[in-house]
């Protein structure tokens, strides 16, 4: 799909020099990759502290 974008080219040859990698499309894949990849971790974060805990759960009988 082409997409026309206007994109601050300082900090997209900065992301080519920092990402290692040889073309724009490519950086701008692994960015667009790493923001979704890091908002769904984020959304996993979040939920500690507010699912029920198993009090039977046994968690030192997997250890062998």
Do not use: W
């Not at 960015?31 to 959304?43: G, I, N, T």
């Not at 500690?48 to 009090?55: A, E, R, S």
């Amino acid at each position: 799909m082409a997409t026309n974008l206007s994109i601050d080219t300082d900090l997209l040859e900065e992301a080519l020099v920092v990402g290692g990698l040889n073309t724009k499309k490519d950086t701008v894949n692994l960015a667009l990759l790493e923001f979704v990849q890091r908002r769904k971790q984020q959304e996993i974060i979040e939920l500690f502290g507010h699912l029920p805990c198993d009090k039977d759960y046994d968690y030192k009988k997997g250890r062998k």
